[in-house]
């Protein structure tokens, strides 16, 4: 299992957006590139706890 780093500062920055999704993981990725397919225009935020999207899958598969 593959350590990652742990954020000690917290950033506050307000930012304008159309969607604002929590969760970096596979299905968030996969809502985003639907998304933007159909709206190519739209302005989306993507807010994680971990350092790398990839949900599970960067901790548990050292390859990812």
Same mark, same amino acid.
């Given at each position: 299992?593959? =350590?990652? !780093?742990?954020?000690?500062?917290?950033?506050?920055? $307000? !930012? !304008?957006?159309?969607?604002?999704?929590?969760? #970096? *993981?596979? #299905? +968030?990725? #996969?809502?985003?590139? +639907? $998304? $933007?397919?159909? $709206?190519? +225009?739209?302005?989306?935020?993507?807010?994680? =706890? !971990?350092? #790398?999207? *990839? *949900?599970?899958?960067?901790?548990?598969? *050292?390859?990812?």
């Amino acid at each position: 299992m593959r =350590k990652t !780093k742990t954020m000690t500062q917290t950033t506050t920055e $307000l !930012k !304008k957006c159309d969607y604002l999704v929590i969760g #970096a *993981g596979v #299905a +968030s990725i #996969a809502f985003i590139d +639907s $998304l $933007l397919t159909d $709206l190519p +225009s739209a302005k989306i935020v993507l807010v994680d =706890k !971990k350092p #790398a999207p *990839g *949900g599970h899958w960067v901790d548990n598969y *050292g390859y990812i």
